[in-house]
């Protein structure tokens, strides 16, 4: 099984068995050299680690920590959110042209509603991550530190 999160990256250090992981909370994951998305995984946890600020990669990784896909994350600023019929809820990003959707079935709809709202409400920033299979449907959204 594995399990979806953002992470930001304190350090990266090549192991025989791939790339050790160092995560910003003290935390680490493997990306082990045998993994078929190696190379684009690698890139990503790469360009991550030099922005100058802290920049989350959303990570797919096993319970012992190895790492299965990543994404990139996207930072943007909500300017507006509105409530459909339907229950999901419209969001609007700053220099975004498309609205992004959550969707009301989503697991985890209350702490991403509440994310976007409290960003929305303190003019703070986030970065969102959208679903693979889904064009502009939000799968998860952090705020930005």
Request: glycine letters at 6%.
């Amino acid at each position: 099984m594995t399990q979806a999160s953002f992470i930001t990256i304190r350090g990266l250090s090549e192991s025989p068995e791939g790339l050790r992981v160092e995560h910003g909370d003290g935390d680490s994951s493997l990306l082990r050299r045998d993994n078929e998305r190696y190379s684009r995984i690698e890139a990503i946890l790469r360009n991550a680690m030099k922005t100058s600020v802290p920049w989350p990669v959303r990570v797919n990784r096993t319970e012992d920590g190895v790492i299965v896909n990543a994404w990139v994350a996207w930072p943007g600023r909500p300017i507006g959110l509105l409530e459909e019929p339907s229950g999901n809820c419209t969001v609007g990003f700053s220099m975004v042209p498309s609205p992004k959707t959550l969707k009301a079935e989503h697991p985890e709809f209350e702490r991403l509603l509440e994310t976007l709202m409290e960003a929305l409400g303190a003019k703070r920033s986030v970065f969102y991550f959208e679903a693979p299979d889904e064009e502009n449907v939000l799968a998860d959204v952090c705020l930005a530190r």
